[in-house]
Protein backbone atom coordinates (compact mmCIF):
# COMPACT_ATOMS: atom_id res chain seq x y z
CA UNK A 1 0.00 0.00 0.00
CA UNK A 2 1.38 3.57 -0.87
CA UNK A 3 0.42 6.58 1.41
CA UNK A 4 0.18 9.65 -1.02
CA UNK A 5 0.35 13.12 0.51
CA UNK A 6 -2.66 15.36 -0.23
CA UNK A 7 -2.93 19.03 0.35
CA UNK A 8 -4.17 18.83 3.87
CA UNK A 9 -1.96 17.78 6.07
CA UNK A 10 -3.37 14.03 7.64
CA UNK A 11 -5.69 13.29 4.48
CA UNK A 12 -4.39 10.55 2.59
CA UNK A 13 -4.71 8.78 -0.59
CA UNK A 14 -3.68 4.68 -0.62
CA UNK A 15 -2.61 3.05 -3.32
CA UNK A 16 -2.76 -0.79 -3.30
CA UNK A 17 -0.82 -3.49 -5.04
CA UNK A 18 -3.29 -5.07 -7.60
CA UNK A 19 -2.52 -8.37 -8.40
CA UNK A 20 -3.98 -9.03 -12.00
CA UNK A 21 -4.47 -11.95 -14.18
CA UNK A 22 -6.45 -13.92 -16.62
CA UNK A 23 -8.85 -14.70 -13.78
CA UNK A 24 -9.54 -11.04 -12.49
CA UNK A 25 -7.81 -9.48 -9.73
CA UNK A 26 -6.95 -9.67 -6.21
CA UNK A 27 -6.40 -6.87 -3.44
CA UNK A 28 -5.85 -6.23 -0.09
CA UNK A 29 -8.05 -3.38 1.06
CA UNK A 30 -7.11 -3.15 4.55
CA UNK A 31 -4.61 -4.02 6.78
CA UNK A 32 -4.13 -3.34 10.62
CA UNK A 33 0.07 -3.20 11.21
CA UNK A 34 0.67 -2.24 7.37
CA UNK A 35 -2.27 0.93 8.16
CA UNK A 36 -0.18 1.55 11.13
CA UNK A 37 2.88 1.78 9.65
CA UNK A 38 1.57 4.21 7.28
CA UNK A 39 0.31 6.05 10.19
CA UNK A 40 -3.35 5.15 10.56
CA UNK A 41 -4.11 4.18 13.78
CA UNK A 42 -7.52 4.22 14.05
CA UNK A 43 -9.75 1.52 14.36
CA UNK A 44 -12.53 1.10 12.57
CA UNK A 45 -15.99 -0.34 13.74
CA UNK A 46 -18.39 -0.13 11.17
CA UNK A 47 -18.62 -0.15 7.66
CA UNK A 48 -21.13 1.72 5.27
CA UNK A 49 -22.17 0.98 1.54
CA UNK A 50 -23.76 4.04 -0.45
CA UNK A 51 -25.20 3.52 -4.08
CA UNK A 52 -25.53 6.81 -6.30
CA UNK A 53 -26.56 7.60 -9.94
CA UNK A 54 -24.59 10.03 -11.58
CA UNK A 55 -24.74 13.34 -10.45
CA UNK A 56 -25.75 12.69 -6.70
CA UNK A 57 -23.40 14.42 -4.22
CA UNK A 58 -23.63 13.21 -0.45
CA UNK A 59 -22.65 15.75 2.04
CA UNK A 60 -20.91 17.46 3.51
CA UNK A 61 -21.40 15.24 6.57
CA UNK A 62 -19.92 15.14 10.27
CA UNK A 63 -20.48 14.01 13.44
CA UNK A 64 -19.11 15.68 16.27
CA UNK A 65 -19.53 13.63 19.96
CA UNK A 66 -19.23 10.15 17.89
CA UNK A 67 -16.20 11.90 15.05
CA UNK A 68 -15.92 9.55 13.08
CA UNK A 69 -11.92 9.05 10.99
CA UNK A 70 -12.76 7.43 7.35
CA UNK A 71 -11.81 5.11 5.21
CA UNK A 72 -13.36 5.47 2.16
CA UNK A 73 -13.38 3.52 -1.36
CA UNK A 74 -15.29 2.98 -4.75
CA UNK A 75 -16.40 -0.40 -5.85
CA UNK A 76 -17.86 0.68 -9.24
CA UNK A 77 -18.00 3.34 -11.03
CA UNK A 78 -16.11 6.66 -10.22
CA UNK A 79 -16.62 9.36 -7.91
CA UNK A 80 -14.95 12.53 -6.77
CA UNK A 81 -14.17 12.18 -2.91
CA UNK A 82 -14.11 15.57 -0.79
CA UNK A 83 -12.39 16.00 2.87
CA UNK A 84 -12.96 20.09 4.24
CA UNK A 85 -11.28 20.72 7.45
CA UNK A 86 -13.49 22.33 9.66
CA UNK A 87 -11.42 22.07 13.01
CA UNK A 88 -11.61 25.56 14.87
CA UNK A 89 -8.02 26.84 15.18
CA UNK A 90 -6.85 24.66 12.58
CA UNK A 91 -4.43 26.73 10.32
CA UNK A 92 -6.17 24.84 7.26
CA UNK A 93 -9.68 25.93 8.41
CA UNK A 94 -11.78 26.10 5.75
CA UNK A 95 -9.73 24.11 3.61
CA UNK A 96 -10.77 20.87 1.13
CA UNK A 97 -8.97 18.40 -0.91
CA UNK A 98 -10.50 16.23 -3.57
CA UNK A 99 -9.53 12.94 -4.72
CA UNK A 100 -10.95 10.98 -7.72
CA UNK A 101 -11.54 7.32 -6.12
CA UNK A 102 -12.46 4.17 -9.07
CA UNK A 103 -13.09 1.19 -9.26
CA UNK A 104 -10.49 0.63 -11.85
CA UNK A 105 -7.33 2.23 -9.61
CA UNK A 106 -8.82 0.65 -6.35
CA UNK A 107 -7.53 3.65 -4.39
CA UNK A 108 -8.83 5.19 -1.37
CA UNK A 109 -9.08 8.32 0.75
CA UNK A 110 -8.50 8.05 4.54
CA UNK A 111 -9.73 11.31 6.25
CA UNK A 112 -9.27 11.64 10.01
CA UNK A 113 -11.63 13.22 12.45
CA UNK A 114 -12.39 16.79 12.35
CA UNK A 115 -13.23 16.85 8.78
CA UNK A 116 -16.36 17.17 7.24
CA UNK A 117 -16.71 14.82 4.43
CA UNK A 118 -18.99 14.76 0.78
CA UNK A 119 -18.51 12.86 -2.79
CA UNK A 120 -19.75 13.13 -6.20
CA UNK A 121 -20.94 10.44 -8.26
CA UNK A 122 -19.22 10.70 -11.36
CA UNK A 123 -20.57 7.40 -13.64
CA UNK A 124 -23.80 6.08 -13.77
CA UNK A 125 -23.80 4.14 -11.02
CA UNK A 126 -21.36 4.24 -7.76
CA UNK A 127 -20.98 2.01 -5.45
CA UNK A 128 -19.26 3.65 -2.11
CA UNK A 129 -18.10 1.94 0.29
CA UNK A 130 -16.32 3.49 3.77
CA UNK A 131 -14.89 1.94 6.92
CA UNK A 132 -15.94 4.47 10.33
CA UNK A 133 -13.74 4.79 13.83
CA UNK A 134 -17.13 5.38 15.16
CA UNK A 135 -20.46 4.13 15.11
CA UNK A 136 -23.26 6.12 13.18
CA UNK A 137 -25.12 8.37 15.71
CA UNK A 138 -28.33 9.92 13.97
CA UNK A 139 -28.63 12.82 16.84
CA UNK A 140 -25.22 13.61 16.33
CA UNK A 141 -25.26 14.27 12.66
CA UNK A 142 -24.47 18.14 10.92
CA UNK A 143 -23.71 19.06 7.67
CA UNK A 144 -21.87 21.96 5.69
CA UNK A 145 -23.41 23.30 2.49
CA UNK A 146 -22.18 21.40 -0.29
CA UNK A 147 -21.48 25.17 -2.37
CA UNK A 148 -20.91 27.41 0.88
CA UNK A 149 -18.91 30.18 -1.84
CA UNK A 150 -15.93 30.48 1.01
CA UNK A 151 -15.29 26.81 0.52
CA UNK A 152 -15.34 27.14 -2.87
CA UNK A 153 -14.90 23.11 -3.85
CA UNK A 154 -14.36 22.55 -7.53
CA UNK A 155 -17.47 19.66 -7.86
CA UNK A 156 -17.58 20.17 -11.55
CA UNK A 157 -21.63 20.39 -11.50
CA UNK A 158 -23.72 23.42 -10.74
CA UNK A 159 -26.67 21.40 -9.21
CA UNK A 160 -26.26 17.53 -8.32
CA UNK A 161 -29.02 15.39 -6.96
CA UNK A 162 -29.01 16.23 -3.32
CA UNK A 163 -31.22 15.14 -0.45
CA UNK A 164 -33.28 17.47 1.24
CA UNK A 165 -31.12 17.60 4.33
CA UNK A 166 -28.11 18.27 2.42
CA UNK A 167 -29.58 21.22 0.24
CA UNK A 168 -30.55 23.37 3.69
CA UNK A 169 -27.13 22.57 5.51
CA UNK A 170 -25.72 25.99 6.73
CA UNK A 171 -22.34 27.64 5.60
CA UNK A 172 -19.55 27.03 7.42
CA UNK A 173 -19.50 30.45 8.76
CA UNK A 174 -23.09 30.27 10.15
CA UNK A 175 -22.23 27.15 12.19
CA UNK A 176 -22.03 28.22 15.87
CA UNK A 177 -18.29 27.09 16.90
CA UNK A 178 -19.67 24.99 20.04
CA UNK A 179 -21.13 22.30 16.77
CA UNK A 180 -18.00 22.15 15.18
CA UNK A 181 -14.34 19.94 16.04
CA UNK A 182 -11.73 21.57 17.61
CA UNK A 183 -8.37 21.61 16.34
CA UNK A 184 -4.79 20.09 18.81
CA UNK A 185 -1.95 20.32 17.64
CA UNK A 186 0.16 16.09 17.58
Known sequence: ??????????VY??????HRDSRGVFLETYHRAKFTD???KDTFLQDNHSGSSRGTLRGLHYQL???????????????LDVAVDIRVGSPHFGKWTGV???????????????FAHGFLA?????QFLYKCSDYYAPSDEYGILWND???????????PALSQRDAKNP????????????????
Open 1 to 10: MQRIETSLPG
Open 13 to 18: ELRPVI
Open 38 to 40: LGI
Open 65 to 79: QHAQAKLCRVIEGEA
Open 100 to 114: HLSSKEQNQLYIPVG
Open 122 to 126: LTETV
Open 149 to 159: PALAIDWGVSS
Open 171 to 186: KLADVQRQFLPRYSPQ
